[in-house]
């Protein structure tokens, strides 16, 4: 009753209710909102089930003339798959660099606990002199200015997480390869970023989804015709009268990313939201 | 070197010259590969928070399209204090983080237990927790704002259903903080489990063995074996809880936007306004050092209690 496979305590039936009564909480409301983005505007309001299904909002939503927002999906894979990119490169170069040189601690400490306050700090702090610099260099509202940022909220998780890759790296195998006269940036090339890939590639998932999601800087820093997925969504739920149907179907398209990498990144989530503090 | 002999057609001079650039590269190989997230990292966080003193004692005004600086340095402090919404906001924040995080705290241990102790499912479980995690914020709003919605909501047709009065939820001052917090509770439970399972799972099977045959019951080895176990994992958890906690915005902007009145109005928000709605950057400023300064003594103080929670785990 208690170990029998000997990993853990079994689950009495509390234990099994609870899981399941968990698992419908989670599942249940993107069901609710796939099912009202499926239903006409009339449908939703009078609660009707069953329906009849229409694809209609999603061809409002995409297709509409007074609808951006196959624009903002540009914007949105613009912005994520350019600021990851960069991030990769900005955080590997960096991530191998303090591990690998003999940086003074100050460098090196001071860089990791610098991007640790950085990281933990509302972005809305620096909202306001972000706003006030891009509007100076003549960068509000375009794109450039959200890759940028969007590589600097997302530099540390990169740099982080490389880190206890790059740890991982036997010193005595770079240390084979400088004796054979392999200089320093090949063997980063050749060698610790091939044996880093499993941590590019989470610290790459992690970048694109945040960077796909991240809603205050899109907020404050484009307009029209620069707005990004979220910032769209959200300009949805201000209107007088708001399209919920239009909303929910938006909505549903926003989270396509997230349900495809749930699949792809599950064993990296975990340590690339703790920074590599939790394996 | 290798790309020299793998280019045999190049002239000797080219090939000299490609070898001294390569050579370059690799010498100062150290320099350049800390130096671009330097520079970002100068320009957009150090930078911005010079600039983030400077304007906290100044007021800025926007004439023709133009910022006027003036140098008001007791203007901004004055403001603090007439400023009624602030006291509100503090106190919803640390309302919204406290209960939040506790809620989420002992949901998502729970969880991880139980979902240890199934035989199978235990993947498809994980999978699904990732879920809320990886949506955008935004679209977890506009998700909930469907589901509170007064007229046609789900829980205000099961409430009605039920021959029970519909809710307000989102929109009487008693029950919007409550109806936020549940939203980050459903949010937040997932990684909270996907964290403590983790370590749930890495527990030695033999100590819950040995305590079986040694006749310790169920809530025995909960209460002497696991939960001692699982410390460090709960403090990590909690730590970026936490933190994670007071730096939401994006729900809570499409839920309520801090209203009715000021009853959902966080610290976060507040900022927004004052930077964006009220344009005033100068107090804006104050403010966001002050939450600056508030983040950092956090993590001063969290680091060093960590550290003596993990030295106790070790010694007992």
Known sequence: MMTGSGTTIRAGVPGRVYVALALFAIVGPFVWILTASFKHQIAIYAGQFPFTPTLSNYADV???????????????????????????????????????????????????AWTLVFH???????????????????????????????????????????RTFFREIPPEILEAAHVDGCGPFDAFRRIALPIALPGLIAAGILAFVFSWNEFPIALTLTSRTTATVPVAIARFAQQYEIQHAQMAAASVISTIPAVILMFLGQRFIVSGLTLGAVK | MRDAAALPEMTPQRRGA??????????????????????????????????????????????????????????????????????????????????????????????????????????????VAILPILVPPVAIGSMWKLMYNYDFGIFNQALVALGAMPVNWLGSTSVALASVIAVDVWHWVPFVFLILFAAVEGIPPDLLEAAHVDGATRAQMLRF?????????????????????????????????????????????????????????GYGALLSLAVIAAIVAFLLVSSRVALAVRRNGHSG
């Open chain 2, 18 to 127: 490609r070898v001294a650039i390569g050579q370059l590269i690799d010498r100062s190989f150290r320099y350049w590969s800390l130096l671009p997230a330097a520079l970002l990292f100068a320009a957009l966080t150090l930078y911005p928070l010079l600039n983030l003193l400077r304007m906290s004692v100044s007021t800025i005004a926007f004439a023709n399209g133009a910022e006027v600086w003036t140098f008001t340095p007791l203007r901004n402090f004055e403001a603090l204090t007439t400023d009624d919404v602030l006291r509100p906001a503090v106190v919803n924040t640390i309302v919204f983080v406290v209960v939040s995080v506790v809620i989420e705290m002992v949901l998502g241990v729970a969880l991880a237990i139980a979902v240890a102790g199934l035989s199978r499912a235990k993947r498809w479980v994980r999978t």
């Open chain 1, 62 to 112: 995409l297709f509409g003339r007074r609808s951006d927002f196959a624009g903002n999906i540009a914007n949105s894979l613009v912005v994520a798959a350019s600021s990851t990119a960069l991030v990769l490169i900005v955080g590997a170069l960096a991530a191998y660099s303090l591990h690998r040189f003999r940086w003074p601690t100050w460098v090196s400490a001071g860089f990791l």
């Open chain 2, 225 to 281: 074996i696991v939960l001692p176990l699982l410390r460090p994992a709960i403090v990590v958890a909690f730590l970026f809880r936490a933190i994670l906690a007071f730096k939401v915005f994006d729900e809570v902007f499409l839920l309520t936007a801090g209203g009715p009145g000021t009853s959902t109005e966080l610290v976060n928000l507040h900022l927004y306004k004052v930077f964006f709605e009220q344009n005033r950057l």
């Open chain 1, 120 to 162: 933990m700090v509302p972005v809305l702090t620096l909202l306001g002199p972000w706003y006030v610099a891009f509007r100076e260099l003549g960068l509000y509202d375009t794109r450039a200015a959200l890759i940028v940022t969007h590589v600097t909220i997302n530099l540390p998780m990169t740099v982080w997480l490389l």
